[in-house]
């Protein structure tokens, strides 16, 4: 009862005390915000949120930051994160983190407002939070009414501004830009000459079926998915070493495109390919940088941190190639900009947590055909084997006049005595001396004239022995011959360096060859008969008679091999040929058997049981959560897995929900990808963001248009292009006008063609095609660019190029973050992050590379030969070919006069390097 | 941001815009949102847009720009020294170590980046304090102790990872992954450069070869290429310079003949800027031709100079080549280019060939230090008394420390990336001050702890530039150097 009363009275005084302080409640506006505005808004404002939170939008300032949990407990402000921030004496924890504390009276307002109910009224809030999941791109694909074309939203949109479409191009500019475009290759004048010839109706469309036909088309397209999936040929990362056999994946890549493979399709087999043969597709999962083991801390968390790392990969990968959202940022929170939780992070991560990255077997249907081929290869080499027991050089025992000795040493591993054939019942082995210990035999097996077994005890042959070391399904009597070998099926004898055993078939057997071994799989050399004897017996006395012992072997010597193959010393000179026939068939085999099931290995993940994933709070894998399960991003789909699914379902369940035409996302990123690789921008200008931060589409029923095309072609990209290049907008003249400078510098609404620099490779490319040197050899392991293959930095650039490095450059060995020594410098990516949009630099760097490089004057050497091969020594019909080869037009009066006098005072090869270099060369037109 | 821009203010019309908005706003009664104020800004053509990034003009792309704010230092050099330099055996003091010399850490992790952990080991050369401010520094770098005076050490650094490349990442990038901007991207992406005949930012291997990180610690990531780092030695030239096997009249045809075709070119494009900046970008190339060769010529420094900072040193091939990069570090400087990073170590290699001492220290640092000391000390020297100090900012840095601790079975310490030594000095540096504190065995930050992403913070404040602001948009992040973290060291500053 005292007790009570005490604490009454304090309640009464706390109450008194607050009362005096402000007699009336406290207004959010008037007496709340100023405080948050002068001491919160700079970090927890409209502009930044730092740690998640955000005090001036109501409904975000009660949800509160990242860890916190609500930031007010109406009616209870001891519970309150805020006040207890506030008021903390811990100078890490307090807020505002620098600057003076709040005054005693501005945190007894914050009290007072929270314990009265923290009232704040709606529609006061000066800005508004936008709802997230109201985003175009994430609402489902609308199809546009009405009947329209490619061009007619161009022409919508550009009328609207009070533009116009630019002329056509001449029809070579747009060939020349076209080839480039969909092959990565200049146009050859013979397609140029037969282009212009072809003044029928469809001649453009019959060129780009042509250019679409082209396996140049893929080799030219792979590489723009590469960038995005930053592929390379090192694992990155400190020791940067080789990955070599990640190149089938880029050849997967190239033969999708030029098999316009569905982009459904395409899309699956990089997430589940190997679920239906297609493995080198699942390369996909594993391109990024990783740290080998031995790179990884030995202390635990270094090991989880690692492994987050990999798989923090995985989704990005997975999350920005297809879908255009950076997932990614949900690792430590939820993201920012759009409605992904930290939850929907984590539960991508359970849908790839099974993947490891490592190599493994390439199996293709060549693959498997060839193993086929290699199991009736075995069978025939087992065919020889046996013929070539009838050459084993016979036994010659003591009882028989002594040569030096023929034979080879005992091995652990096979032996075969062969004697003149002899009439049995019994034939004993004896053991008379060993390399140690009590001697050991995995099997003894005795062969009639017909090549059968008799010895096993299926035959039923039976067998006793001088003694044994009995050890339960390891070491038994019996295992002597059960047909069964290896250590854990052997007798071992009691004694040490001695034992016998003996058989005695079921009937007299007519016997010529004893083979026997101590561990046929070769784990075990000890125990070794290294003397021995083996006679037979007729009748049941003991009148033994010797067939074969070791005395004719060469002794053994522990820790060598000798080569125990079968040699022709002995034998007559028929059997010699007929053997040496067979040994060479069999060697022949053997390495063609070799090689098939050594088989193409491919860095494309293993995949194992999945780890379990939990939560982590602020991506900290020492600060696990609760455990999730595999489920999309739940603001676009209820997909969701059990705990325990496997590995495959949950791969492909993702891949099924990605390449769905429902997904709002998965074709509109694509056909934007498409579209940005004619006209160098997209429709949406970052391609690999189209969430709330990302740029608008400049056309978005066009965007909706084309993506419905899409899906409806079958997922077909070269119905894409087709559709594309074959537009009026595409084929506009590329020349500037004052007034479209004016309204659209940017040129997004397309009032003319947007020349852009061709890039590395293209150029590259282009120099060896016009030089005449291009080696067109497709797919397979890449040439090298430096002079290692991976490894620590100070790659050392090859200077000149010759043979397998004149292949097209997406056929480069691609050393991560090392970029290419002359082309890098075009802003070829390093494969470090995605590269969606390559940047367009010039630079001085640029220019001294393609300038002065060693690779630019053999160019222009081979150039010059080519065209003195080609057209003679005329040097107006040479400048003329070189116009023609490089520029795809003849050149005018002028320039053909200033590169005469060029080419009679210096020499071809001094115009070509010009050549190379000009403008015109390196612009589409 | 008040604090900052009322700092910055003084000398940018800009920072005094800004203020005076700010000040306006903040004395109104009502609450403006700062997009408001940002939609005025743009309205008036102050900003160039919302996200602060330069504007690089394509045909001059090492134009000089201005900064976010007025700022001392207007150049960099970053002595990078790879490997993981041992704080307790250079700048970081540890007497209690000594007490300690030889037992067991207790409590301490049984396992660390290499596997077992060994004793505790004292610093493993004697301390002596130097200069008026009584710097205990180590015998180990007799030359840079002499400097103490005017540095500003951080004591307390962390890294976030425990392995050199990724480590070296986040110090030179901000991010432990392969694929970010370098500090001279940013740097030079930003500023630009003063001299328009010579590469912006200049990375200078050293003579042992390059860093664990290789390329990535100069790489642009995905910032325009124009802001890589060209790679510059003593020993190694600018690739492509000069086109092996031509005679200059060939080569002066090959040129003339490309300008005609390029000019005739553009003439058919009027207006196309593109076509201009690649006409611009080898004339850029060819005073580079000239400027690059002349900046290599040490034959122009007198013998005083070279042996200053033992460029003549006979006896050691390493060290001589390490002080003559040296001296083109200066030399750089001296012409105006805006970032030179000096790199002192080559790859992992058992600690051979850098810092990383992890089975010898004594042994392998007695090397190192050889090479790293007299010339470092005789560059920074130099540069202050040629008057360079005054606007040039020089780092000292490496990516994480080591262990109080040997290894089992060695005299090596392991990684630490939980408490280490970095150090600045020049333009804008305090100078004199030690700020932070590792624990009194060296082996974590407990006092004013700061991750690597705020010593990058502070080099770009000290450049005028906001680490905030200097952003750029990729695959649909704002991307920073100091990724969301970031935070300036005010301590350090003059």
Known sequence: MMHCYARMICMLVAFSYVSLLRAQTIDFVRDVRPIFQKHCYECHGDKKQKSGLRLDVKQAAFKGGDGYGETFSPGKSGDSPLIRLVTSKDKNDRMPPEGDALKTEEIQTLIQWIDEGATWPDGVDASLLKNIRDHWSFKPIAIPKGIHTLDSFIQEKLEMNGLTMSPEANRVSWLRRVTFDLTGLPPTPEEVRAFVDDTGSGAFERAVDLLLHSPHYGERWAQHWLDLVRFADTHGFEVNTERPNAWPYRDYVIRAFNEDKPYDRFIQDQIAGDQWGEDAATGFLVTASVLLPGQIGKDAPSIRLARQDSIDEIVNNIGQTFLGLSIGCARCHDHKFDPISAIDYYSMQAFVSGVEYEERELRTPAAEAIKQEAASMRVRVAEIDEQLNNFESLARPQTLPQTLPQRPSVSPRKNTDRFVAVTAKRLRFTVLATNGLEPCIDELEVFNGQGQNVALASFDTRAKTSGNTHVPDRHEARFVHNGLYGNSQSWLSNEPGKGWVELEFPSEQEVSRVVWSRDREGKFEDRLATEYKIETATGTDNNWQLVADSTDRFPWIAGTDRDRSLTTVGLSGEDATKATRLLDEKSNLEAKIKTAESGQRVFAGTFRKPDEIHLLSRGDPEQPREEVVPAVLRAFGEVELKKDSSEQERRLVLARWIASPENPLTARVMVNRIWQGHFGVGIVPTPSDFGNNGMKPSHPELLDWLSTEFIRSGWSIKAMHRLIVLSRTYRQSSALNAKGVEKDADVRLLWRYPSRRIEAETIRDSMLAISGKLNLKMYGRGYDLFDKRGGLSGYKPIESFRGEGLRRMIYAHKVRRETEAIFGAFDCPDAGQSTAVRRESMTPIQALNLFNSVFTLEQSQALAERLSREVGKDIEQQIQRAYHLALSREPSIDELREAEFVVREYGLETFGRALFNCNEALFLP | ?494
């Open chain 2, 1 to 494: 941001m008040n604090s900052r821009n009322s700092k910055s203010g003084k000398g940018s019309l800009l920072g005094r815009v800004l203020l005076n908005r700010q000040q306006f706003l903040s004395n109104s009664a009502t609450a403006i949102g700062s997009i408001a104020l940002a939609d005025m800004l743009c309205a008036d053509g102050l900003l160039l847009d919302s996200t602060d990034q330069p504007r690089i003009d394509p045909a001059q792309p090492y134009a000089a720009r201005l900064p976010h704010f007025p700022a001392k230092a207007k150049n960099v050099v970053v002595i990078f020294c790879a490997g993981a330099v041992s704080q307790l055996e250079t700048w970081d003091y540890k007497p209690e170590l000594i007490k300690w010399d030889d037992k067991p850490l207790p409590g301490g992790p049984s396992v660390t980046f290499q596997g077992p952990a060994g004793n505790l080991a004292r610093p493993q050369y004697n301390f002596r304090q130097r200069g008026q401010t009584g710097k205990w520094v180590s015998d180990l770098i007799p030359h840079l102790a002499k400097l103490t005076d005017d540095i500003a050490f951080v004591h307390s650094l962390t890294s976030t990872s425990n392995t050199h490349g990724p480590a070296e990442n986040f110090l030179s990038t901000g991010f432990v992954l392969d694929g970010f901007p370098s500090l001279g991207s940013w740097v030079t992406y930003a500023l630009g450069s003063e001299n328009q005949n010579l590469p912006s930012y200049v990375a200078i291997p050293d003579p042992r070869g390059v860093p664990q990180n290789g390329s990535n610690n100069w790489g642009p990531g995905f910032l325009p290429v124009a802001f890589q780092g060209t790679t510059l030695s003593s020993k190694e030239p600018v690739r492509h310079l000069i086109p092996p096997g031509i005679a200059p009249p060939a080569d002066l045809a090959s040129r003339s003949l490309l300008q005609k075709m390029n000019a005739r070119h553009l003439e058919q494009h009027p207006g196309d800027g593109k076509l201009a900046a690649r006409i611009a970008s080898y004339e850029l190339a060819a005073r580079m031709q000239l400027s690059v060769p002349e900046i290599s010529d040490l034959s122009t420094e007198s013998a005083h100079i070279l042996k200053m900072y033992g460029a003549d040193d006979s006896q050691n091939a390493n060290k001589a080549a390490f002080a003559k990069n040296c001296i083109l570090a200066r030399r750089l400087i001296e012409r105006g280019v805006r970032f030179v990073q000096l790199f002192n170590g080559a790859y992992a290699s058992g600690g051979v060939l850098n810092w990383d001492g992890h089975n010898a220290i004594k042994e392998q640092y007695d090397l190192h230090a050889q090479i790293l000391d007299q010339p470092a000390a005789a560059l920074i020297q130099d540069l202050k008394q040629r008057g360079l100090l005054d606007d040039t900012l020089v780092i000292w840095c490496t990516e994480f420390g080591r262990m109080p601790f040997f290894q089992k079975g060695s005299k090596g310490r392991d990684h630490n990336p939980d408490g280490f030594t970095c150090w600045m000095t020049g333009a804008g540096v305090k100078p004199g001050v030690s700020h932070g504190a590792t624990d009194d065995l060296g082996q974590k930050a407990v006092q004013d702890i700061h991750p690597l992403t705020h010593f990058n913070a502070t080099i770009l404040h000290l450049l005028g530039l906001d680490f905030e602001r200097l952003s750029f948009e990729h695959n649909g992040i704002q991307r920073r150097l100091t990724n969301v973290e970031g935070k300036i060291i005010p301590e350090i500053l003059a």
